[in-house]
């Protein structure tokens, strides 16, 4: 039986682990990170922490073995993170010198601490909300993926139509068949790839809420 809720504090470490076990393309990144914590600072941490409200977990027998999470107004998350997120902790982690092709997992995630991808205007002016979402394996091939996300979106859009994107990485098969079985279509290409030598999103988005279409 596994139950879908808001996260509560005792679930961060959930959040960290999770975001590390699905951190390579959607495998386990555990073998290539020194610092277990790197990802989920990135990717899944500061919303638990920031915006509880706008996230959800999935607990079985097991504990928590997945998540969602995302915002209503992506640029003003971005700001809040500048403001409340990024400062800490890059003090905590300097940012890498010399060639990137010589960095190590970890001192690309550095480098993101300092440089975080900031969303296109082109993908915003008409999916102004993101949505990330992980499931650890035992969680996976269930129909549990669609049915967090459906949480999720009722979650946010109870009464109004509102534009959601994700942004998805090419060398992820799992994310790449995901979004789009899940209404997500693939956006105008736009410029804004990533940093460091890692993938450029492919930017999807899709409508939610009662009106969902176009």
């Not at 003090?91 to 997992?105: K, L, M, S, V």
């Not at 008409?126 to 394996?137: F, G, K, S």
């Not at 990485?169 to 789009?180: I, Q, R, Y």
């Amino acid at each position: 039986m596994v139950e879908i809720r808001t996260p509560e504090p005792r679930d961060l470490e959930a959040f960290y682990a999770i975001s590390l076990a699905t951190g390579d393309f959607g495998r386990d990144a555990g073998d290539l990170y020194r610092d277990a914590h790197l990802m989920g600072f990135i990717y899944s941490a500061p919303y638990a922490v920031l915006t509880p409200q706008t996230c959800l977990v999935a607990q079985d027998d097991d504990g928590v073995g997945g998540y969602v999470v995302g915002v209503h107004d992506t640029r003003g998350f971005e700001a809040r993170l500048e403001q409340e997120w990024w400062p800490d902790l890059r003090r905590r982690y300097a940012e890498p010198a010399g060639d990137p092709a010589g960095w190590t997992p970890d001192e690309r995630r550095h480098h993101r601490l300092h440089h975080p991808l900031i969303t296109p205007a082109a993908v915003l002016a008409d999916y102004p909300a993101h949505v990330h979402l992980n499931l650890l394996p035992r969680m996976q091939g269930q129909g549990l993926g669609r049915k967090l996300l459906a949480a999720w979106m009722a979650l946010m859009c109870p009464e109004k139509r509102l534009g959601v994107h994700a942004g998805l990485n090419p060398n992820n098969p799992g994310a790449m068949a995901f979004w789009p079985a899940c209404g997500f279509v693939p956006l105008d290409p736009v410029p804004g790839g990533d940093l460091a030598n890692l993938a450029n999103p492919f930017w999807h988005g899709r409508f939610m809420g009662p009106s969902e279409g176009r």
